[in-house]
């Protein structure tokens, strides 16, 4: 019996261009870092640092570990002068990436039907950021956080998406076998993957990323007009 709906973020509960949110996250990050950055060198150490969190696997070192580790490996600048300022940035600057981003009030209405409904809900997003921006952009999605049982972030974290440990990581956090949960979110590869572990998935179609024709891990898909008729069949917990 299905108890627990895990959600995606960007591009699932958030509507957004994610080209066109890097293109700007490294822009307002250059401006923030300028004193201490050329802005293609900042770029290549941020892509590299996360690159290394997608790709690490030890379950001894957080995403936030793994991340910094890489980064101050190329550079001489001391953490201590850079980590106040990347705290600043993620506190205050990046909620200035609001404007590029939408909201979906049919995925709101969703969201409010699934916890009358007594769903346990998850924003899995993939954890490459602090829990900080995560919190930003659920509330430009017009969600509120605390009605989330769980969420993903670089500090709590241990894996990334596509890597199974990371939903393996989650279920474990909130004590939930992988038969009670759907996970539903835009990236093929990325969030339907789930589906190898046993979790029933839901791929939402307006702002899907697909890298190839394989769907086989898909169990239900829609746009979120679909979705909410989805969430309104649902059965009853509560």
Not at 126 to 143: D, Q, S, T
């Amino acid at each position: 019996m299905v108890t627990t709906i895990l959600f995606d973020l960007d591009g699932t509960l958030l509507p957004l261009d994610l080209d066109i949110f890097i293109e700007n996250y490294f822009k307002h990050l250059s401006i923030k870092l300028k004193d201490h950055f050329e802005p293609k060198l900042l770029t290549k150490l941020v892509w590299d640092s996360t690159r290394s969190m997608i790709e690490s696997n030890d379950n001894l070192k957080t995403n936030e570990e793994v991340f910094f580790e890489n980064f101050y490996k190329h550079t001489d600048i001391e953490s201590n002068v850079l980590n106040p300022i990347f705290d600043e940035f993620y506190t205050k600057d990046f909620n200035e990436l609001k404007k590029i981003s939408d909201r979906s009030d049919i995925m709101i209405d969703a969201i409010e039907i699934l916890k009358e409904k007594g769903y346990n809900l998850v924003v899995a997003t993939n954890p490459i950021f602090p829990e900080k921006a995560i919190i930003h952009r659920i509330n430009w999605a017009g969600l509120n956080y605390k009605d989330f049982k769980f969420i993903t972030t670089f500090e709590k974290m241990h894996y990334c998406k596509p890597n199974l440990n990371y939903y393996k990581e989650i279920l474990e956090n909130i004590n939930t076998s992988p038969n009670e949960c759907i996970m539903v979110g835009n990236d093929v590869e990325e969030d339907m993957v789930a589906k190898k572990l046993g979790l029933e998935t839901y791929l939402i179609e307006d702002h899907i990323i697909q890298r190839s024709g394989d769907l086989s891990n898909v169990d239900h898909k829609g746009n979120y007009e679909d979705f909410l008729n989805f969430a309104k069949h649902l059965p009853n917990r509560s």
